[in-house]
Nanobody, 114 residues
Framework: QVQLVESGGGLVRAGGSLRLSCTAS????????MGWYRQAPGKQRALVAVISSGGTTNYADSVKGRFTISRDNAKNTVSLQMNTLKPEDTAVYYCNAELPGGFWGQGTQVTVSS
């Protein structure tokens, strides 16, 4: 019954912004760390941002100062606000829940044109 559904991806010009959302169900959302990862063409899946149950955040160096992760425990959602997007941000973005064994969403494509 665990499910993570991402939305908000799309095509944007360099310098633009997008906001990704992940809606979770099937587990006690509020007690688990949540994160966003991405996989660019030809590269391994990599951490973008993570937020603990208490709200502590960590970011990849490449997105610090541009991206913000947040969560709304009342709505079982985790979001990623992406500003000042760069072409190198182009990737499939995945929502992750740090449940035993790990759980992932289906991914949402973000494409940033130069």
């Amino acid at each position: 019954q665990v499910q993570l559904v991402e939305s908000g991806g799309g095509l944007v010009r360099a310098g633009g912004s997008l906001r990704l959302s992940c809606t979770a169900s099937g587990f006690i959302f509020r007690i688990f760390t949540m994160g966003w990862y991405r996989q660019a063409p030809g590269k391994q899946r990599a951490l973008v941002a993570v937020i603990s149950s208490g709200g502590t955040t960590n970011y990849a160096d490449s997105v610090k100062g541009r991206f913000t992760i947040s969560r709304d425990n009342a709505k079982n959602t985790v979001s990623l606000q992406m500003n000042t997007l760069k072409p190198e941000d182009t990737a499939v973005y995945y929502c992750n829940a740090e449940l035993p064994g790990g759980f992932w969403g289906q991914g949402t494509q973000v494409t940033v044109s130069s």
